[in-house]
C-alpha cells in the first residue's frame, strides 16, 4: 500500500509552491489536500473558534483528493483528520511556502505550525518553505531534494512529537552543497509600522518590519542557507525552557 | 520612577479578566494598555499583515493610558513597542485569560504568545490564565499571587528570551497551596468538529474539541493545577528539539 499523505500550506491551493509539492508527492503516495481558500501568511497556529469553518471539495480521485478549506492551515489539518481522512495519514507535508520560515519565522509561520499540529497529534509531519517570494518561479528542480527528506522520514519515522521545519536556499539545484540539520538561529523582527490616512479621515498602520540575526552559529538554521544548504530543523511542541526550571526555584515566591 | 508596565490580552479590553490585572497593576507601576478591540481568541501568535490595523485611544493621563487595537495580541505588543511607548517598558503582562492555558494550550493561546512576543525582544513578560470561563466572577482575590509573581520578575528579571506562562486554579484563593515551577504536560485535543447547514443549505463546521492529558507528571502544569497549586511554566522562544539533532544526524539524506 502506498503511503497516505496529507498536503496543506498557508499560501492556499492555487500558490505554485504547493503545486510543486504535489507533483513531488504524487510520486511517493496516495494524497489528499486540503488548502487554505485565501492566503493565511502570519497565521501561526491559530484556530477559527468564532466563525463557521467551510469546506469545498475541488476534486477526488482513487489516489489523489483536493479540498479547500476557509479556514487556517491548523484548521486545515483538524478538519482533515477528522472530516476527511478514514485513517491516520502516513505523512503530513505543508508548503512549500513562498518565503523563508528559518530562524524566528517559526513562530509567525502557518506553514510550520500546519506541521507542529501534526506531531501534536503523532504524524510524521515535515514543513517546506523556499527563500523567494515571485509565484512565477519553477521549483521542480528541487524535487530530488524534497522526496529525499519524505522518503527518509518515512522509512525511518521521526522522534516523538518533534517536526521538521526545511528551508530551501533559493539557488540554482546544482549549487546546492547538501542538507544540513541545525538549530533555529537567534533574531527577531524589527518593526517599523506605517501609518497611512484612509479617504474618510482615519488612520490605520501596516506592519513593516525587518529581520534581526543576532545569532553567528555555524549550527543555525540562517547560516546553512547562507552558505548553499538546505536546513532540517527539528521543531518541538514542548514549548517548556527545562533549564529555567531550575532557575527559577532558586528565587522563590513571597506571597 | 516607577516601572512601565504594558498590559495587553486575548479576550479584549472589556474582559474581566483584564480590569482585574490593570487593578493590580496599578499599584505596581505605570501602565500602558493595548488591548485587542474584538476577542482573539485561539489567535496564537498571529499577525495581520493583510489587513490595516486600527489603533483607538480609550484614555490618557500621567500613569494610565489605554489603547484598542483592531489586531491580534501579538500586532497589540508590535505596535505598543513601535508607535505608543515612549521607552522600551519593564514589563508585558497579558491576561488574566479566561480559560486554561496550560499543556498544549500555549501553542493556541493568544494571551501566552503576547508574552512570547515581549520574549523575543529581551522584555521581561508574564502570562496569566484563570481556569474559569465566566465573565460574571471577580479575581480580585487573586491578587497578591499574580503582584507577587509580578515583583518577583521586576527584581530579578528573566532568563534571556523565557517569558512565564502562569495559569490559576479556580478555586477559593485561602485554598491555594503555593506557586509552583513546572513543566508543559504533554497533551493534545481531540477534535470533534459540529457539521451544520446553513439556511441556504450550504454546510459549514463548528470547531468543538476536548483536551486530553497523556502525562501523569508530578512536575507538571496539569498536575499542579489539580492539586492547587498556581502554575508557572518558562516558556521558549526557541522551538529548536535540540536533542533531535543528534538522532537525526545518524541517519543522512540520500540525494
Known amino acids: ?147 529525499s527528506i519524505v522518503r527518509n522520514v518515512l522509512e525511518n519515522g521521526l522522534p516523538e512529537r518533534i517536526c521538521l521545519n526545511v528551508n530551501i536556499p533559493f539557488i540554482d539545484a546544482a549549487q546546492i552543497k547538501g542538507i544540513k540539520i541545525c538549530r533555529q538561529a537567534i533574531g527577531y523582527w524589527d518593526e517599523e509600522f506605517e501609518k497611512r490616512t484612509d479617504p474618510s479621515k482615519s488612520d490605520y498602520y501596516w506592519i513593516k518590519g525587518l529581520y534581526k540575526n543576532c545569532d553567528a552559529g555555524e549550527d543555525t538554521d540562517e547560516w546553512a542557507l547562507k552558505n548553499n544548504y538546505i536546513s532540517v530543523v527539528p521543531v518541538t511542541t514542548d514549548y517548556t525552557q527545562h533549564d529555567s526550571i531550575v532557575k527559577l526555584n532558586k528565587r522563590p515566591f513571597h506571597v
Chains 1, 2 share one sequence.
Open 1 to 147: 500500500m502506498r503511503p497516505l499523505i496529507l498536503v496543506t500550506n498557508d499560501d492556499g491551493g492555487s500558490a505554485p509552491g504547493i503545486r510543486n509539492l504535489i507533483d513531488f508527492m504524487n510520486e511517493i503516495g496516495e494524497l489528499v489536500i486540503v488548502a487554505p481558500a485565501n492566503p493565511q501568511s502570519g497565521m501561526s497556529h491559530s484556530i477559527t473558534v468564532r466563525d463557521p469553518i467551510r469546506l469545498k471539495k475541488i476534486k477526488t480521485n482513487n489516489h489523489h483528493s483536493e479540498y479547500e478549506c476557509s479556514g487556517t492551515p491548523v484548521d486545515c489539518v483538524k478538519l482533515a483528520l477528522d472530516q476527511i481522512l478514514t485513517r491516520k495519514p502516513d505523512l503530513i507535508v505543508s508548503g512549500i511556502n513562498h518565503g523563508s520560515n528559518a530562524s524566528i519565522n517559526v513562530i509567525y509561520s502557518g506553514t510550520v505550525s500546519a506541521a507542529i499540529e501534526g506531531a501534536i497529534m503523532s504524524i510524521p509531519s515535515v514543513a517546506f518553505s523556499i527563500l523567494d517570494y515571485s509565484w512565477e518561479n519553477d521549483y521542480s528542480h528541487y524535487k530530488k531534494f524534497v522526496q
